[in-house]
């Protein structure tokens, strides 16, 4: 995309300004620095006055009653799916609103142990048994990791994992090895919330599908920084959080196949999700209704929609030239400083909005306090990735993510605080850069 | 920032009784889920009820500087005391860190444990600074001693 720039600094000013938080100060007045959008993003007037509006003027049970305001609320509801389908390149009824991305990747991991046990015809690809293989990766976030690891032990089936290689992509000289006609399915991230690594998707879902596995993508750390469009991608499920793409937390959301959607059991089950009920058995809703039982997170979903409505306005290629400018920027700081080990890909390679990485010799809790002293905020710890922390051999790493309202600032403001970490921990600078 | 104090620097680059040590009369592995620090803590306890003393406290302390400095304490503190005083002692800890900086703590009773004082206005860090602790009560009660006069008997620490 060559005609994409990063935001003006005109541009840039007009962004902060409709995010009322970063008007606030922390610790002692100091301006605040956020750079943990990885982790939770801010939210811009426009989501919240949408959320806010959803109570003031149509709030109600959604799919109940025969009241205007039941029917109104129903709208908002499902005109917030089309609007957030229509941002991944989905049509309406194969987006499921969930309470967060976790929920949505629990979803389809209990749809394949749910298929085992049920009356009635069953579809092949969600049943698993002792033979049968799952395929993670070890660059996963604990969500994308925990329900499939638990999902085998009920089954009896294997959990293998793609290892990382030195440069923080994939090792897909494993592939041949670990994808196999055993595996049903080949669960991975888009883009690592450690590493930055952008994953190869439609390479890996074709693989996957060559030898028959579904393919369950954790889109969480590509939807706000990247273009993803489910029509192009090749999985077979994506999976990401509205409250990282600036939308209210509580509300998250699953894309699958209409196909796969319609054979797939419900996971949670009650009200809202029925078709028949009596008191022997029940028939269910044809999907996304299946898959949200209970009174949905109306207002939450429509703060979701205002979200995306305000990416796309801004533009999501936009947003990805610009954070692209920061991380290398940061990138290009970080490498001046030997002391500083950066984890994940070199400068050069597309990354997501986020950059990890070690101080040697002071932990990562002691980096980010002496940032956050700066009013600088950042992650500090293992992410949610504990087992690629172990593979990188750190127990811990200071993450710095960005947003749509970071600047070259921002990054100066984080390389001006880490450079205090030597003087307070005792590290010796100029034996790092000798050695 | 009033985080850092010399004493913890000191304490966690250089800390006091480390390493693992034999005898021991029980041994545990406390980790803190949120950012992965762990300390493995042995304690020797001699003598038995009211007379019971802690020969020794070892550790293998693996996390950021209050973690490690805190451990470091501990067995400053509690090293060749009567039981019933370092459970004391764990008292006191925790009472300073859980106070939100309202107590500073008693040099006379904790020591070099006035240094984590500040500690106290961080309550993200509250945890890291009593890993240590939480690990050698749930030691002690491992050893067989009797820690139900503390309100410690169920440390926050997980234990696995």
Same mark, same amino acid.
């Given at each position: 995309?060559?005609?994409?720039?990063?935001?003006?600094?005109?541009?840039?000013?007009?962004?902060?300004?409709?995010?009322?938080?970063?008007?606030?100060?922390?610790?002692?007045?100091?301006?605040?620095?956020?750079?943990? &959008?990885? $982790?939770? &993003?801010?939210?811009?007037?426009?989501?919240?006055?949408?959320?806010?509006?959803?109570?003031?003027?149509?709030?109600?049970?959604?799919?109940?009653?025969?009241?205007?305001?039941?029917?109104?609320?129903?709208?908002?509801?499902?005109?917030?799916?089309?609007?957030?389908?229509?941002?991944?390149?989905?049509?309406? +009824?194969?987006?499921?609103?969930?309470?967060?991305?976790?929920?949505?990747?629990?979803?389809?991991?209990?749809?394949?142990?749910?298929?085992?046990?049920?009356?009635?015809?069953?579809?092949?690809?969600?049943?698993?048994?002792? =033979? +049968?293989?799952?395929?993670?990766?070890?660059?996963?976030?604990?969500?994308?990791?925990?329900?499939?690891?638990?999902?085998?032990?009920?089954?009896?089936?294997?959990?293998?994992?793609?290892?990382?290689?030195?440069?923080?992509?994939?090792?897909?000289?494993?592939?041949?090895?670990?994808?196999?006609?055993?595996?049903?399915?080949?669960?991975?991230?888009?883009?690592?919330?450690?590493?930055?690594?952008?994953?190869?998707?439609?390479?890996?879902?074709?693989?996957?599908?060559?030898?028959?596995?579904?393919?369950?993508?954790?889109?969480?750390?590509?939807?706000?920084?990247?273009?993803?469009?489910?029509?192009?991608?090749?999985?077979?499920?994506?999976?990401?959080?509205?409250?990282?793409?600036?939308?209210?937390?509580?509300?998250?959301?699953?894309? =699958?196949?209409?196909?796969?959607?319609?054979?797939?059991?419900?996971?949670?089950?009650?009200? &809202?999700?029925?078709?028949?009920?009596?008191?022997?058995? &029940?028939?269910?809703?044809?999907?996304?209704?299946?898959?949200?039982?209970?009174?949905?997170?109306?207002?939450?979903?429509?703060?979701? $929609?205002?979200?995306?409505?305000?990416?796309?306005?801004?533009?999501?290629?936009?947003?990805?030239?610009?954070? $692209?400018?920061?991380?290398?920027?940061?990138?290009?700081?970080?490498?001046?400083?030997?002391?500083?080990?950066?984890?994940?890909?070199?400068?050069?390679?597309?990354?997501?909005?986020?950059?990890?990485?070690?101080?040697?010799?002071?932990?990562?809790?002691?980096? =980010?306090?002496?940032?956050?002293?700066?009013?600088?905020?950042?992650?500090?710890?293992?992410?949610?990735?504990?087992?690629?922390?172990?593979?990188?051999?750190?127990?811990?790493?200071?993450?710095?993510?960005?947003?749509?309202?970071?600047?070259? +600032?921002?990054?100066?403001?984080?390389?001006?605080?880490?450079?205090?970490?030597?003087?307070?921990?005792?590290?010796?600078?100029?034996?790092?850069?000798?050695? | 920032?009033?985080?850092?104090?010399?004493?913890?620097?000191? %304490?966690?680059?250089?800390?006091?009784?480390?390493?693992?040590?034999?005898?021991?009369?029980?041994?545990? %592995?406390?980790?803190?889920?949120?950012?992965?620090?762990?300390? @493995?803590?042995?304690?020797?306890?001699?003598?038995?009820?009211?007379?019971?003393?802690? @020969?020794?406290?070892?550790?293998?302390?693996?996390?950021?500087?209050?973690?490690?400095?805190?451990?470091?304490?501990?067995?400053?503190?509690?090293?060749?005391?009567?039981?019933?005083?370092?459970?004391? @002692?764990?008292?006191?800890?925790?009472?300073?860190?859980?106070?939100?900086?309202?107590?500073?703590?008693?040099?006379?009773?904790?020591?070099?444990?006035?240094?984590?004082?500040?500690?106290?206005?961080?309550?993200?860090?509250?945890?890291?600074?009593?890993?240590?602790?939480?690990?050698?009560?749930?030691?002690?009660?491992?050893?067989?001693?009797?820690?139900?006069?503390?309100?410690?008997?169920?440390?926050?620490?997980?234990?696995?």
């Amino acid at each position: 995309m060559p005609d994409v720039q990063p935001f003006t600094d005109r541009e840039l000013a007009a962004l902060r300004g409709e995010f009322p938080i970063l008007a606030r100060s922390v610790r002692d007045g100091r301006p605040l620095v956020y750079l943990d &959008s990885g $982790a939770t &993003s801010h939210k811009p007037t426009a989501v919240l006055d949408a959320e806010r509006a959803f109570y003031e003027q149509h709030n109600a049970a959604v799919h109940r009653g025969a009241h205007q305001l039941a029917e109104e609320a129903t709208d908002e509801f499902e005109s917030a799916r089309a609007t957030v389908a229509g941002f991944v390149g989905a049509p309406a +009824d194969e987006v499921v609103f969930t309470k967060n991305a976790t929920e949505a990747l629990n979803l389809v991991a209990y749809a394949f142990s749910n298929a085992a046990p049920t009356d009635g015809p069953k579809d092949e690809r969600f049943v698993l048994a002792p =033979g +049968d293989e799952v395929l993670v990766t070890e660059m996963e976030h604990h969500a994308n990791l925990v329900p499939w690891q638990e999902l085998c032990r009920r089954t009896g089936a294997t959990l293998r994992w793609v290892p990382v290689a030195g440069d923080g992509s994939l090792d897909l000289s494993t592939l041949p090895d670990l994808l196999t006609e055993r595996t049903k399915v080949f669960a991975f991230t888009h883009v690592s919330n450690v590493l930055g690594t952008v994953n190869p998707v439609t390479e890996l879902a074709q693989r996957a599908h060559a030898v028959g596995a579904l393919v369950v993508v954790d889109a969480c750390q590509s939807v706000p920084h990247l273009s993803v469009d489910v029509s192009t991608l090749g999985a077979d499920f994506i999976a990401f959080s509205g409250h990282k793409v600036y939308g209210p937390m509580g509300v998250g959301v699953l894309w =699958g196949r209409a196909e796969l959607l319609e054979v797939m059991p419900p996971f949670l089950t009650g009200g &809202s999700m029925i078709e028949l009920v009596t008191m022997e058995r &029940s028939t269910y809703a044809p999907a996304p209704q299946k898959f949200e039982a209970g009174v949905p997170n109306a207002a939450q979903a429509v703060g979701l $929609a205002a979200a995306v409505r305000w990416v796309e306005a801004i533009g999501i290629d936009r947003i990805h030239a610009h954070e $692209a400018a920061l991380v290398d920027a940061l990138l290009a700081g970080l490498a001046e400083r030997p002391w500083v080990r950066v984890v994940g890909p070199p400068r050069g390679v597309d990354r997501g909005g986020a950059v990890a990485f070690v101080v040697d010799g002071v932990h990562a809790h002691d980096v =980010g306090q002496v940032l956050d002293d700066a009013g600088v905020a950042v992650r500090v710890g293992h992410h949610c990735a504990w087992p690629l922390h172990r593979v990188l051999d750190a127990a811990a790493t200071t993450r710095a993510s960005f947003g749509v309202h970071n600047g070259l +600032d921002d990054v100066q403001s984080l390389l001006d605080a880490l450079d205090r970490v030597p003087a307070i921990f005792g590290i010796d600078v100029d034996e790092r850069r000798a050695g | 920032m009033d985080l850092y104090q010399e004493l913890i620097l000191d %304490h966690s680059k250089r800390p006091h009784h480390a390493g693992l040590r034999e005898p021991f009369d029980a041994e545990v %592995h406390h980790i803190n889920p949120t950012c992965g620090d762990e300390v @493995t803590l042995r304690v020797d306890v001699s003598g038995e009820g009211a007379d019971a003393v802690v @020969t020794d406290v070892s550790y293998d302390a693996r996390g950021c500087s209050i973690s490690v400095a805190s451990s470091s304490v501990l067995a400053e503190e509690v090293i060749g005391r009567p039981v019933t005083e370092a459970l004391g @002692t764990f008292e006191a800890m925790r009472t300073m860190l859980t106070s939100k900086g309202a107590v500073s703590g008693d040099e006379e009773v904790i020591g070099d444990g006035v240094a984590f004082a500040g500690v106290a206005k961080y309550p993200a860090r509250v945890k890291c600074a009593l890993l240590g602790w939480t690990a050698f009560t749930d030691a002690l009660a491992r050893a067989g001693v009797d820690i139900s006069t503390t309100s410690s008997a169920s440390p926050q620490g997980v234990s696995s």
